[in-house]
């Protein structure tokens, strides 16, 4: 993670833009400390109401994808649309292909923060009414939240699959989100706050600029933060390590999170279901299946050639030809039935 600020003349020339170099944009966020989320937010005119969100992210239980770069998120959002997103990050855009770049949903941003600079890649796709909820009730499988094309993305960015009988589910998260315009930051700024399950809130502010304006960006919003009064959050972190790893936030008194707490509406409950005992996703197949699948695909794929498609049409119509008609079968079984019960008869007279 890049760090700037620290030091400036000759050798600082250009810096941030060759950090950047080859990214769409730059976000800069900065959390504000529990104890003034409450005064920032009256500050900004910021009101919790009922367009909620819920966040979820998908990872093993000892967090092994984010240890490795690799964000599985969805989101519910109230009377909007509902999506999946996977994101990788660090990446080097450099090494992103074009086909990835011109994908509908993608795109390789930077985060900027008090920490440095971190740049990722990202594909989002909609995700259709019930599905989250059908998957957190344990009726459908994790892995069909996330499409073939994300799970190539990972393939060709980070050479790694996803084993997703080894995946849970965390407990959503609540978010509202706010876009709002203050006349001391000449760039519109988005706010966020997330409450986990125990309670815990986390406020983030943001503003989105182009590369060619981060240098300004980023030291213009910081200072424009420490006009307004915010404190700099010491315990400042990602809203993904924060719900993954809730050990690692700074540990605040459970007095004080309760005064600073801002108050929001109650929550519908949202049963997270277990572990399944029989992983839900398709099991690894054994050499013999695969075999047999791979031969299946060869055939299947033979089959589609169009010297073989008319070949195949006319073997439906010799077989049709050759297939006895059923009612002529049935009419002759009765012939023959009675023809056997007329020789018996004449026997029998015959004795």
Request: glycine share 6%; hydrophobic share 40%.
């Amino acid at each position: 993670m890049a760090r700037f600020g620290e030091e400036r003349g000759e050798s600082t020339r250009g810096q941030v833009a060759k950090t950047l170099a080859g990214t769409d944009g730059v976000e800069i966020k900065a959390t504000i400390p529990p104890k003034q989320i409450a005064s920032a937010m009256q500050h900004f005119g910021l009101r919790v109401d009922q367009r909620e969100r819920y966040v979820i992210f998908f990872d093993t239980p000892g967090t092994d994808l984010f240890n490795d770069g690799i964000i599985l998120r969805s989101r519910r959002i109230i009377g909007g649309q509902h999506d999946s997103t996977l994101k990788i990050r660090p990446v080097n855009p450099d090494k992103v292909p074009q086909m990835w770049r011109d994908h509908p949903g993608f795109k390789v941003e930077a985060d900027a923060s008090d920490k440095g600079i971190t740049k990722s890649a990202s594909l989002t796709f909609p995700v259709g009414k019930r599905v989250i909820k059908e998957v957190l009730a344990g009726n459908d499988p994790i892995h069909t939240l996330f499409s073939v094309d994300q799970l190539d993305m990972l393939l060709g960015l980070k050479a790694r699959k996803v084993d997703f009988t080894q995946i849970r589910a965390t407990t959503p998260v609540r978010a509202w989100r706010w876009k709002f315009s203050h006349p001391g930051c000449p760039w519109p700024m988005t706010g966020e706050l997330w409450q986990r399950e125990d309670g815990a809130q986390l406020f983030e502010v943001s503003v989105k600029v182009p590369v060619v304006q981060a240098a300004a960006g980023i030291a213009g919003f910081m200072a424009f933060l420490a006009e307004m009064g915010a404190e700099r959050d010491s315990g400042q972190q990602a809203k993904t390590r924060w719900v993954l790893n809730p050990a690692t936030a700074p540990k605040v008194q459970q007095a004080e999170m309760a005064q600073a707490a801002v108050p929001v509406p109650d929550a519908k409950p949202v049963v997270v279901a277990p572990p399944a005992a029989t992983p839900a996703s398709p099991s690894l197949p054994s050499p013999t299946k695969k075999a047999a699948a791979k031969k299946n695909k060869a055939k299947t794929a033979a089959d589609k050639k169009p010297e073989n498609i008319a070949k195949n049409l006319q073997q439906v119509k010799d077989k049709s030809k050759a297939k006895p008609d059923k009612k002529k079968k049935e009419k002759k079984i009765r012939k023959e039935k009675k023809a056997m019960e007329k020789a018996k008869l004449a026997k029998g007279k015959k004795k």
